[in-house]
């Protein structure tokens, strides 16, 4: 018995709602929208496709229905438009944000939650400022998605199956992110070297670009929203994966966002590393090697979010 509150529910926290509805993560799903009856509409929508799925309750509800809720996810706030970046919404999100946190913490004090709106790795940070909830107890989706677009992508280039590709993006969900090569591989080939290493007669591979690779999975967000106006599937794809991983009694490395405390020389930031993610929530971090260049790059990120930090009233 899982029982998952959304706030907000836009077409990320309706898509996720779905999501979970019908991966079975669920068997209780609470949605809360300052737009109730947008919220009972989507309720409603999900609740009448459930006889084909596993067994479910889902309906809209106030703060004081998350009560005993095991996720809290987050999803509320201004959404990205064209051209805008995600730091742009800073201000107007954290304070929706701040709003949010003592409405939803009084109900749901032993939750675990995962912070979705953007800029994600900003509001992670103000959820861990002022939440009073223990911070491994406070998952922002961070890079897990940027993570996901990654892998499509390399499997694309060497026709190979999602799974044997093994690479991260870390740092900020935005700009800054940036992608450590050098453990980047394919079925424990070196990324650089595995082209030249299949003995395939007919298979012909391009050589791995990887500046197209970086910009490919930076501008993806943007590249949707220009076409459809919103991203949604993916995203709620990728957050269902982490609700799975923070249900399941076995822990597993995921890209998210999280309190930094001395890793790698940073403090008091929020960005994306590779943590340990479980029952008891994102209780550990991967040290993983990373060479002068990927290390300067990670500082590059965290001062891009501290700019921001500095610039808004958090």
């Not at 005993?68 to 999100?93: E, F, H, Y």
């Not at 991260?168 to 800054?176: K, P, Q």
């Not at 090569?181 to 050589?207: G, Q, T």
Request: proline fraction near 3%.
């Amino acid at each position: 018995m899982n029982k998952i509150t959304i706030i907000g529910t836009g077409s990320v926290g309706s898509t996720i709602a779905y999501t979970l509805t019908v991966t079975g993560l669920a068997s209780e799903i609470v949605m809360i929208d300052i737009n109730g009856e947008k919220a009972m509409g989507e309720a409603l929508d999900i609740r009448q496709g459930t006889p084909f799925c596993n067994s479910c309750t889902i309906y809209a509800g106030s703060y004081a229905d998350a009560v005993k809720s095991d996720i809290v996810i987050l999803t509320s706030g201004v959404a990205r438009k064209p051209g805008q970046s995600r730091l742009d919404l800073a201000q107007i999100n954290v304070n929706i944000t701040r709003s949010i946190i003592p409405e939803i913490t009084k109900y749901a004090p032993d939750a675990t939650y995962v912070i979705v709106s953007n800029p994600v790795d900003i509001l992670t940070y103000t959820f861990c400022k002022y939440s009073g909830i223990p911070e491994e107890r406070i998952i922002g989706s961070g890079t897990i998605l940027d993570t996901s677009r990654l892998r499509s992508r390399l499997s694309e280039y060497y026709s190979i199956n999602q799974q044997n590709v093994h690479a991260y993006v870390l740092g900020e969900h935005g700009d800054s992110s940036f992608i450590p090569w050098s453990l980047a591989n394919i079925s424990n080939v070196p990324i650089a070297e595995y082209r030249n290493s299949i003995l395939h007669k007919d298979a012909v591979f391009p050589e791995l670009r990887t500046e197209e690779v970086e910009e490919y999975v930076r501008k993806s967000g943007a590249r949707v929203i220009e076409r459809k106006g919103a991203t949604f599937y993916a995203v709620s794809i990728s957050v269902c994966h982490l609700c799975k991983c923070l249900l399941s009694g076995i822990d597993t490395t995921l890209t998210v966002s999280t309190m930094l405390h001395g890793e790698y020389g940073l403090e008091d930031i929020c960005l994306s590393l590779v943590n340990v993610v479980g029952k008891n929530g994102a209780h550990g971090k991967v040290l993983i090697p990373m060479n002068d260049e990927e290390i300067a790059a990670l500082y590059r990120s965290a001062d891009s979010l501290r700019k921001v930090i500095n610039s808004i009233n958090i």
